[in-house]
């Protein structure tokens, strides 16, 4: 590892660049380049300048840990952030382990705590469990399906939706796993409305989801069955078309049309960096941004790169991102949950969710 002073502190970014998921590719990248570069623009990460290398998360995760591990042994490493599947993720933590600091910045199913391992993404607890519960206490819903991607984001979450869905007096009725990458959902659309599902949670990744809303919508079942999805973006939505999107309700800690201070503040500094053509910065993209940020927060309050030192000081850590200023707990930041519905380019907020007894 480069002690340099004078060197650069060097981040591998583990971003999809390809696959289904790489629609949020573009935004990613752009989102950390203006983390490193207002981080340069201070006094970079121990003085050092912040420099990015890419890494495609968007592969098998095998072959995504076998480059971080690859880097690290060569010394060209001294930390990874990134957006990139639970999949993924669980590949590179056993390289990165009390080697060097992993910042996960995209919404995971929970539970994990290991050394060096800090996440800001949302969880199924303070995510998607509040929006079930608006949803079944605002429209009465009761029969609720399940279709999500075949790994252990969308397995995991969707245990926990069915357990809180019986504690509310409603069941899952169907639910079903499609390999990541899967495009042909038509058997899937008429499991749905064969089973009278009056609800259906959504736990598809990137291109998958797109092709699923269409064929959804196509199939009309949007007309008596209402959408709720934990991971849908600006990129996604407009990929999906506007009229596949009625009835989508979608939870999550931040979107473009978030009229906060940091919110403003972050999509002004975006678009003087990279111009009014840059993708759309939704919730995946700008949590790049916040990976950098706190990445750069941690490491500086420790003084130093070592995982030991940096997991000492973890809880004295704060920083502000694009969803204002937040706060470390036990390797977690928790951040405030906004309940949208779908337009045709856009989100319209419905306003905070908690988790009732909150």
Known sequence: MNNDRFGTFRVGLIFPMSGPFGIVGP????????????????????????ELISIDGGRDPAHVAREVATLLDAGALDAVAGMHTSAVRRAVIP???NRI??????????????????ITGETPANQLVPALEFLVREFGRRRWAIV????????????ITATRLRGLGAS??????????????????????RSGADATVVLLIGDDAVYFHQQFAAAGLDVHCIRLSPLMDENMLLAAGGENTHGLYVASGYFETLATEASLGFS?????????????????????YEGIKLLGA??????????????????????????GHLFLSDGHVSQPIYLALAGAVDFDIIGEIRPAGD
């Open 101 to 118: 600091p992993y910042v996960y910045t995209s919404l995971y199913e929970g539970g994990d705590r290991y050394s060096g391992l800090f």
């Open 268 to 288: 002004a500094r975006f678009a003087r960096s990279f111009g009014v053509d840059a993708p759309i910065v939704g919730a995946l993209g700008q949590s790049c």
């Open 27 to 50: 935004s990613s990248e752009l989102s950390a380049q203006l983390a490193r570069d207002e981080l340069n623009a201070s006094d970079g990460v121990l003085g050092r300048r912040v």
């Open 148 to 159: 999500g991607n075949d790994y252990v984001w969308p397995r995991k979450s969707a245990a």
């Open 298 to 323: 941690l490491v500086n309050r420790a003084g130093t790169a070592d995982v030991r030192v940096i997991e000492s000081v973890s809880d004295s850590v704060s920083f502000t991102g694009a969803r």
């Open 95 to 97: 390289v990165t382990l």
């Open 172 to 193: 899952v009725v169907h639910a079903e796993f499609a390999p990541v990458g899967t495009i042909d959902f038509a058997t899937t659309v008429t499991e749905l409305e």
